[in-house]
């Protein structure tokens, strides 16, 4: 094989997984939104079927070769396809070491899982669900084994959401975030709460859609639906989907949730149109990937200046006023409350969250900490830190999905990305000048998109966290900006 | 490789071309309804990478030599994989007889072409388009001589929705259905009016969706959305969705389109869910799948005893009176009445307008005729047996998009279908009885769809549509029922 019959391969390779997984992801999506109930359970087997073929295709003898061809002769690579190369020889290497069997029955056992844990948060029955869960954590740590780590075992999971994140680097980070953190807890006073008010599916999708055009996102080049779970779903170039649930007596819900995926939104919807075709439309990691949907859902979505501009339209959208005014607006929308429940929780207490369930599954992989002891560690540590106590398996350790479906290291970028978040604000306001100026107009907005454009998300996977942290933020990720940016807000709010 | 290599080898092709064809199907149907407008470039590319996919799966000389290892040993297959067999050697053999350059500049010009035709109908200008359709009947041609005829080159395109189908066998069947719809012309007389109104689209949709769950439609197992052009798409087992469009001024359109893909759609979700997976899951041709939508659009949807049952509940859900009277209605929604468009046409003069494209089709592959002069054969022909001529070529040989995708053979379908269509309705009513008090009640419609299900439906394509016909209806394709049929009709309505 000549080397550039190699390239040719490897290009081709590469568009075929592309196209792939543009059609998983399709199916997907079809699958949580707008497909038919009696369709379950032969979508489950034709994606099964495609995730196989993709499997297949990227772990093949033969593209080993053609990557170890062009690995032979670098230099006759751009910039762009030595990149393409690493991140594929990388998800090679970690997949190849995985027996195809072990592989299989880890994914058939975390689908099962995923619908045991189901019925038995409904049921608040963790008996029946831990010995599933003590599988899977025995599978993981077999995964971990088999992947390699340079230190801990829990550094093999982490990688599977950012290839260079170790417990090493986020250890300080959290340690100085928790005791910053609890500091700044004592700051929390008295609480304004806002009207009940009803709001109708259909006027809340009006509200979301205005909001996502306000913020950038091009409803063009994507859409909004409904789901169990918010999510978001890039299905190729010009075609970003997002999603959320709408709860009648609770339109905030859907609000932040429509920021939130927004921003997640933006970024897939802003990689170069360039990196079709290539493992680059990837994201670089998900801790940068959660600084954009956290950015939004916070920095920007629970700002005093945003909703200035935005809350006359959204009340007039939502036939109700949620709020008269924007000030008691931002107190309620930013009120501090330590509470059980990680999704719901404040910009505050949201990294304790967090930080619980990072160091709950560093004792999993690292300390042998196994299933029928994560409920009363759980419960102790939300004692600690946030001083409640879930009375519930359901508003404890049964409360995220995350562990059923065998995602052990994906928690820590939800915080991290917070960090981030607070970081590329501070380096946009050195550029530019304060945000809050800039979200009151739309010509401000486009800035903002743009400037997130071009400094984050048209990269795609094409540059490392560590390297674009470090471009735009002069350094890697640091706790401090974010603890300021919470200080400042707390001062505003009580 | 040993037999039972080979068979393991040949389903696991067989599940993979399943599930790359249920992607494409879902591509393709979300491509037509819901997919935002910036995603269109992206998805060409994407479902072109999975089409091609699929050919190359299906015509690998490693799939071949598998397939011939079954061939040598058909005593150890059973009966359905002897038919898989057969069904995936024919579509091998046919696709391996086209060079793969030819094949993917024949996709590429009709992709072109298809788009041009748009423009050029909108223009009413067929000298722009006439030369691009002239090359894609000199492919189409040649595709005839590569694949190969027992005594036309236009029975090698028939042979892509049915193998069996030849001009010689549909020749004498649609002399007979020419001179007997012409003589039964003259039985048409003065036409009754509905009144002018206007249904808003969510009505229309509401109408739709009852008429699909009249008919048995399961709509756990499919949906009902827009598209420009009304299709029906089967994903896979538990999925076949129903399109129509709303014209806010003609709301009878949707609803025969909505009766006619609603009958597509019960085949489709009727098929056994053993076949998933398989290439049996397809239909056994395209003329015993339009009997079955035009039997539910014409057949029932057509006939009085359905809309006194069901006219009231209509004009309920229209929230505008169609029309006060049952038998007004019948009248109305049956007059017939020679016009230039197809789509628009009674069920009497339709045929004419199939034969008439029939007749065209076989004089380009067997008389040599070219696009230049077919305007003036298509004018000729209308002229001839319809009485009216085409004032533009919109009206004229520029209105059907079949030509301009390359879709040469499929017309006659059509007619075929209306003609099967009848002789069901016969073999049913021979064992229940008329089919008049079945379609006015749910259990009578349940009797009815079962009987389909259980004679049609069920096999896929694990049968040939000549074995369907005899065992079904005693004897192969005749018009005589058809035309007993609308003769009875004519005289109910006139």
């Known amino acids: 094989m000549t080397f550039d019959q190699a390239k040719e391969s490897f290009l081709t390779t590469q568009r075929q997984a592309y196209s792939f997984l543009s059609a998983v992801a399709l199916m997907y999506w079809d699958l949580q939104t707008i497909m038919p109930p009696k369709g379950v359970s032969s979508r489950s087997q034709v994606l099964g079927t495609l995730q196989g073929e993709i499997f297949r295709l990227t772990t093949s003898d033969a593209y080993g070769a053609v990557m170890d061809t062009l690995a032979e002769a670098p230099e006759k690579l751009s910039a762009r396809e030595k990149r393409m190369l690493e991140l594929a020889q990388w998800s090679y290497n970690r997949n190849k070491k995985i027996p195809a069997d072990a592989y299989e029955a880890f994914s058939v056992l975390t689908a099962q899982a995923n619908h045991l844990w189901k019925g038995a948060k409904e049921k608040n029955d963790y008996a029946s669900f831990s010995p599933h869960l003590q599988k899977i954590i025995d599978y993981a740590r077999q995964f971990a084994e088999y992947w390699g780590y340079a230190d801990k075992p829990y550094d093999a999971m982490l990688a599977e959401y950012d290839p260079a994140l170790l417990t090493a680097q986020i250890d300080p980070i959290f340690s100085q975030l928790l005791s910053g953190t609890r500091k700044l807890l004592s700051r929390a006073g008295e609480n304004v709460a806002l009207p009940n008010v009803t709001v109708p599916p259909e006027r809340q999708k009006a509200v979301g859609e205005y909001l996502l055009a306000a913020m950038g996102y091009d409803l063009d080049a994507g859409n909004l639906f409904t789901t169990e779970h ?29 920021l939130h995926e927004g921003g997640h939104g933006l970024y897939d919807q802003n990689v170069s149109p360039e990196l079709d075709g290539t493992n680059l439309r990837d994201s670089l990691s998900m801790s940068i990937h ?24 959204v009340n007039q959208l939502s036939g109700v006023a949620l709020c008269d005014d924007p000030k008691t607006f931002f107190r309620a929308i930013n009120a501090v409350r330590p509470s059980l429940i990680r999704i719901e929780a404040d910009e505050l207490t949201y990294n304790l969250h967090i930080i619980i369930r990072y160091e709950l599954e560093k004792a999993i992989f690292n300390d042998g900490v196994n299933s029928d002891t994560l409920p009363e560690l759980w419960a102790a540590k939300y004692e600690e830190y946030l001083g409640v106590r879930p009375k519930t398996y359901a508003e404890g350790v ?76 002069g350094e890697n990720i640091n706790p401090d900006f974010f603890l300021q940016y919470i200080e400042k807000k707390l001062a505003e709010v009580y």
């Not at 959320?244 to 429509?258: D, E, G």
């Open 398 to 473: 049964l409360q995220d999905s995350h562990w059923s479906g065998g995602s052990f290291g994906y928690f820590p970028s939800y915080a991290l990305g917070n960090l981030c978040a607070a970081q590329f604000a501070n380096a946009f306001e050195k550029q530019h000048g304060s945000l809050s100026g800039h979200v009151q107009t739309p010509e401000g907005i486009a800035l903002l998109v743009n400037w997130q454009k071009e400094n984050i998300h048209r990269y795609g996977a094409e540059e490392t966290p560590r390297r674009i942290m470090e471009r735009v933020c």
């Open 290 to 313: 959660e600084s954009q949907s956290r950015f939004w859902e916070n920095t920007v979505g629970r700002s005093l200046a945003f909703w200035e501009t935005h809350l006359e339209k």
């Open 230 to 258: 918010p999510f978001t779903c890039s299905i190729h170039s010009g075609d970003t989907r997002v999603t959320t649930k709408y709860h009648p007596t609770q339109p905030l819900s859907s609000i932040f949730s429509v």
